[in-house]
């Protein structure tokens, strides 16, 4: 990664950090290596009160070049995947922050095919924002023009239905927009397939876009879901990459649990390619225990769903994803798709005719405590030799039955502890520790 690009994308405070100039450069940079200036780009966004800001300035980067702009409005992430690939575009560019609060913004490229950028391509372009004189200018009609497409969340949403063979009806869904990309085509799409849907945080309010919802907070999900009898709950972040369901009883069920349950579904079916499912090193080792169980390999990666994408590529996976809920179905998606990953795992409870509380006890999960410690300099805390006695020390005591792991945010100043083992208690004072010492040095 360079000095612009985290694990996904361009992310920072806007219109202080990630400026009105950076996007411009941005739009500038990325038009030039992904289409020379000559052809299509596509960009679309969540309900952050900034994306107008950055949209703007995307746009007249873009058209600076001569290549051409196609406003594709609020919609989903995977959104812009799927219409950069079946409209034929030369790129797909995403402003959000994901599950970030509302003050950060961020910027993320797709290629022709819907996949995220390698570090290849993001290290060129960065070069190019560096290097602006190498990016033509040309002048009078050569100049690029800003398109809308009206269309683009219905083609959206008429795709992710018909990535399932049943209908919903007789199931009763919450669904929590987090306020966020997903407010219109998470109950629509839900209510195309026949289910009685309830939808809450489902304004396009950029003001309160994952604030105290969504993925990342389902205390209101649950009490709607128990309120309403709901056979299960839904919650998306903000732009609708991640899922995090809720049974009927009220009980949380992850990213883990619900690779779990469709992966044994589609091995089941013979779907499941290789016998296979990509995870990243946060998964707990209770999905890996499960699935080795049926026979099914694991592979796993660093945090980041390109990088998990990266491997379903290499071993031709149907399945793979992370404990937060970014879910990639390789055979409808070409990146995490929160939607996709809500249809297919309510499709499992559909044919099956199990609820959800059931289908979740196949996972057996070990205690996980997860600590996040605010820094100054993410490299320095890392390196420094209190944090590696403190790991040592660590691992010795958890030996063979858990394991820590110390990692950097991707998109935040943030350095998070994972610990997993046989009790709650050892897990958390084990990472309370261990971010004690992290702290410190920060």
Same mark, same amino acid.
């Given at each position: 990664?360079?000095?612009?690009?985290?694990?996904?994308?361009?992310?920072?405070?806007?219109?202080?950090?990630?400026?009105?100039?950076?996007?411009?450069?941005?739009?500038?940079?990325?038009?030039?290596?992904?289409?020379?200036?000559?052809?299509?780009?596509?960009?679309?966004?969540?309900?952050?009160?900034?994306?107008?800001? *950055?949209?703007?300035?995307?746009?007249?980067?873009?058209?600076?070049?001569?290549?051409?702009?196609?406003?594709?409005?609020?919609?989903?992430? !995977?959104?812009?995947?799927?219409?950069?690939?079946?409209?034929?575009?030369?790129?797909?560019?995403?402003?959000?922050?994901?599950?970030?609060?509302?003050?950060?913004?961020?910027?993320?490229?797709?290629?022709?095919?819907?996949?995220?950028?390698?570090?290849?391509?993001?290290?060129?372009?960065?070069?190019?924002?560096?290097?602006?004189?190498?990016?033509?200018? !040309?002048?009078?009609?050569?100049?690029?023009?800003?398109?809308?497409?009206?269309?683009?969340?219905?083609?959206?949403?008429?795709?992710?239905?018909?990535?399932?063979?049943?209908?919903?009806?007789?199931?009763?869904?919450?669904?929590?927009?987090?306020?966020?990309?997903?407010?219109?085509?998470?109950?629509?799409?839900?209510?195309?397939?026949?289910?009685?849907?309830?939808?809450?945080?489902?304004?396009?309010?950029?003001?309160?876009?994952?604030?105290?919802?969504?993925?990342?907070?389902?205390?209101?999900?649950?009490?709607?879901?128990?309120?309403?009898?709901?056979?299960?709950?839904?919650?998306?972040?903000?732009?609708?990459?991640?899922?995090?369901?809720?049974?009927?009883?009220?009980?949380?069920?992850?990213?883990?649990?619900?690779?779990?349950?469709?992966?044994?579904?589609?091995?089941?079916?013979? *779907?499941?390619?290789?016998?296979?499912?990509?995870?990243?090193?946060?998964?707990?080792?209770?999905?890996?225990?499960?699935?080795?169980?049926?026979?099914?390999?694991?592979?796993?990666?660093?945090?980041?769903?390109?990088?998990?994408?990266?491997?379903?590529?290499?071993?031709?996976?149907?399945?793979?994803?992370?404990?937060?809920?970014?879910?990639?179905?390789?055979?409808?998606?070409?990146?995490?798709?929160?939607?996709?990953?809500?249809?297919?795992?309510?499709?499992?409870?559909?044919?099956?005719?199990?609820?959800?509380?059931?289908?979740?006890?196949?996972?057996?999960?070990?205690?996980?405590?997860?600590?996040?410690?605010?820094?100054?300099?993410?490299?320095?805390?890392?390196?420094?030799?209190? *944090?590696?006695?403190? *790991?040592?020390?660590?691992?010795?005591?958890?030996?063979?039955?858990?394991?820590?792991?110390?990692?950097?945010?991707?998109?935040?100043?943030?350095?998070?502890?994972?610990?997993?083992?046989?009790?709650?208690?050892?897990?958390?004072?084990?990472?309370?520790?261990?971010?004690?010492?992290?702290?410190?040095?920060?």
């Amino acid at each position: 990664m360079g000095e612009l690009f985290g694990t996904d994308g361009v992310r920072g405070i806007a219109n202080k950090e990630l400026t009105a100039e950076l996007a411009f450069k941005l739009g500038r940079a990325g038009a030039y290596v992904l289409c020379g200036g000559q052809g299509t780009i596509l960009i679309g966004r969540d309900t952050r009160v900034s994306g107008d800001l *950055l949209e703007a300035a995307l746009i007249a980067g873009i058209c600076s070049t001569g290549a051409n702009a196609v406003r594709l409005g609020i919609i989903p992430t !995977p959104g812009v995947a799927f219409l950069t690939r079946s409209m034929g575009a030369d790129a797909g560019i995403v402003i959000s922050a994901s599950h970030n609060p509302v003050e950060d913004n961020g910027i993320k490229f797709f290629d022709s095919k819907g996949f995220k950028l390698g570090d290849e391509e993001e290290s060129r372009i960065e070069a190019a924002v560096k290097d602006d004189l190498i990016i033509p200018r !040309p002048t009078g009609l050569l100049v690029g023009r800003a398109f809308t497409e009206v269309q683009g969340l219905e083609k959206y949403a008429l795709y992710v239905a018909n990535t399932v063979n049943c209908d919903f009806s007789g199931l009763r869904i919450v669904v929590d927009c987090g306020y966020g990309a997903a407010w219109e085509a998470a109950p629509r799409i839900l209510t195309q397939l026949g289910a009685e849907v309830i939808a809450i945080n489902n304004q396009p309010d950029g003001s309160r876009i994952n604030v105290n919802c969504g993925s990342t907070n389902v205390k209101a999900l649950i009490e709607q879901v128990l309120k309403h009898n709901a056979d299960a709950g839904i919650a998306h972040d903000g732009d609708a990459d991640r899922v995090i369901a809720v049974d009927e009883k009220g009980n949380i069920v992850d990213g883990d649990s619900i690779m779990l349950i469709c992966g044994l579904h589609l091995a089941e079916k013979g *779907l499941l390619r290789n016998r296979t499912v990509v995870v990243t090193v946060m998964s707990n080792l209770g999905l890996e225990i499960a699935f080795n169980e049926a026979g099914i390999k694991i592979h796993r990666t660093p945090v980041g769903d390109k990088y998990v994408l990266r491997k379903m590529l290499e071993e031709d996976a149907t399945l793979g994803g992370e404990q937060s809920g970014h879910i990639i179905f390789s055979d409808h998606c070409t990146t995490g798709d929160g939607i996709v990953s809500a249809v297919q795992l309510i499709s499992v409870m559909k044919e099956k005719g199990e609820p959800l509380s059931a289908l979740s006890r196949l996972m057996k999960k070990l205690p996980q405590t997860m600590v996040n410690v605010r820094v100054k300099d993410k490299e320095a805390a890392q390196k420094s030799e209190a *944090l590696a006695k403190a *790991l040592k020390a660590a691992e010795g005591e958890l030996g063979n039955t858990g394991r820590i792991l110390v990692r950097p945010s991707g998109t935040e100043p943030v350095i998070r502890v994972m610990v997993e083992s046989p009790t709650e208690e050892q897990c958390t004072e084990i990472a309370d520790r261990v971010a004690a010492v992290i702290s410190e040095q920060g």
